[in-house]
Antibody
Framework: EVQLVESGGDLVQPGGSLRLSCAAS????????MHWVRQAPGKGLEYVSA????????FYANSVKGRFTISRDNSKNTLYLQMGSLRAEDTAVYYC??????????????WGKGATVTVSS | QTVVTQEPSFSVSPGGTVTLTCGLS?????????PSWYQQTPGQAPRTLMY???TRSSGVPDRFSGSILGNKAALTITGAQADDESDYYC??????????FGGGTKLTVL
């Protein structure tokens, strides 16, 4: 079964740091680009970051650029999101999602259940 | 700053047809933006419905269809059912690794 499982969500103080992980199983992880998408309480979905299949290319929303770092370890089938200088507005459920490997297939086909990050003093 | 627009809310009667749209604050949506659609119920992860404008994801019933209508992408539900009551999000790929979500449409079936 294809599965993505996020972990690492927690309560953190403003200005603090946190690392989220997303463990992939049931497919060849190294063949797929991966994304992080978040959803603040009562709000819509927001694209956060993406990484290419080999980790060589990364992309960020303006709202997190310079504060968040996406990475992956294909030997461990795991995606990461290192979050720093956290703000109250970063409070959200963070989903990891898979993007199909075929060229010109720009969408997310598998989603994890999410990890909750709360930034508060 | 590109804004992807969606109707905040919509209502449809059971068995009825509804079309949700996905536009741009400036310009027209075309297939070149690879519009995709996602369904989300409260407390759940998103579910992929449609990609590349009009291709249904695996397991999605054929009463869901996608298209370009005028200058917007569209998701049409034909024969709405009670369990279609959800939030629906479109996403456009803007190029250079940038994706933009619409604000979502809350669909009520009553």
């Amino acid at each position: 079964e294809v599965q993505l499982v996020e972990s690492g969500g927690d309560l953190v103080q403003p200005g603090g740091s946190l690392r989220l992980s997303c463990a992939a199983s049931g497919f060849t992880f190294s063949n797929y680009a991966m994304h992080w998408v978040r959803q603040a309480p009562g709000k819509g979905l927001e694209y956060v970051s993406a990484v290419s299949s080999n980790g060589g290319s990364t992309f960020y929303a303006n709202s997190v650029k310079g504060r968040f770092t996406i990475s992956r370890d294909n030997s461990k089938n795991t995606l990461y999101l290192q979050m720093g200088s956290l703000r109250a507005e970063d409070t959200a459920v963070y989903y990891c999602a898979r993007r199909p490997g075929a060229p010109n297939y720009y969408y997310m086909d598998v989603w994890g259940k999410g990890a909750t990050v709360t930034v508060s003093s | 700053q590109t804004v992807v627009t969606q109707e905040p809310s919509f209502s449809v009667s059971p068995g009825g047809t509804v079309t949700l749209t996905c536009g741009l604050s400036s310009g027209s949506v075309s297939t070149n933006y690879y519009p995709s659609w996602y369904q989300q119920t409260p407390g759940q992860a998103p579910r992929t419905l449609m990609y590349r404008t009009n291709t249904r994801s695996s397991g999605v019933p054929d009463r869901f269809s996608g298209s370009i209508l005028g200058n917007k992408a569209a998701l049409t539900i034909t024969g709405a059912q009670a369990d279609d009551e959800s939030d629906y999000y479109c996403v456009l790929y803007m190029g250079s690794g940038i994706w933009v979500f619409g604000g979502g449409t809350k669909l009520t079936v009553l």
